[in-house]
């Protein structure tokens, strides 16, 4: 199956459902996911069309309802393009920072849901619904920035380690050539000469 059809599919996959619920919404966020499937730019680009389409269609599908449903509709039509293209870019790019911009992008989506929802409420009922909805995006931001840095560190580990390694081995040619070179010292003339080409060839100076 190709990467394009993947995109598609992937892309078809998170389009599915109409208007979520808000609870829906919450499990999208806190359940864990696997990294993406890394997808070429045509794919990419796939996705992210298809996601545009499926926005107009869901928009469109808001306009039968009124007041707080449409509200809510909207809201979610619009945070599902976005959750969308975000996975996209995610899968595309395939760094920790682009799957934490789509952690966060997914927890900013249902975010908006849920203060719409909590607009049906009034007084303190409210304000809890909405310090509520805040608070769990806040915690979903440091979860996401908490593992894209460990992400990173990993990456950063790796990186010092094939250094040290590639410092070690010049480390190891440079003092089997300083041996080589001095056992050349026995020698005089073009013996030398040579003895030292050969171990400069040999030791790669």
Known sequence: MSKLIIAVF??????????????????ATTRPTAPPVPISKEA???????AETQYKIDK???????????????AEASGKE?????????????????REDARIAR??????????KCDVLSGNAKDVCVKEADATLTKVKA????????????????MKEADARKQAAAD????????????????????????ISEAKLRHGK
Do not use: W
């Not at 976005?82 to 682009?98: G, S």
């Not at 927890?107 to 719409?116: I, P, R, S």
């Open 10 to 27: 992937v892309t078809a996959a998170l389009s599915f459902g109409g208007c979520a619920t808000q609870r829906d919404a919450s499990m």
């Open 44 to 50: 990419y680009d796939t996705a992210v069309r298809n």
């Open 60 to 74: 469109d599908a808001c306009g039968a309802r009124g007041g707080n449903a449409k509200d809510i509709c909207l």
């Open 82 to 98: 976005k959750i969308a293209k975000a996975d996209a870019e995610a899968a595309y790019k395939n760094t920790p920072k682009a």
């Open 107 to 116: 927890a900013e989506a249902n975010h908006n849901v849920a203060k719409e």
């Open 143 to 158: 979860d996401a920035k908490v593992d894209r840095v460990a992400a990173d560190t990993k990456d950063d580990v790796a």
């Open 172 to 195: 190891k040619r440079d003092a089997d050539y300083k041996v080589a070179a001095e056992k050349c010292d026995a020698l005089s003339g073009s013996a030398k000469s040579t003895c």
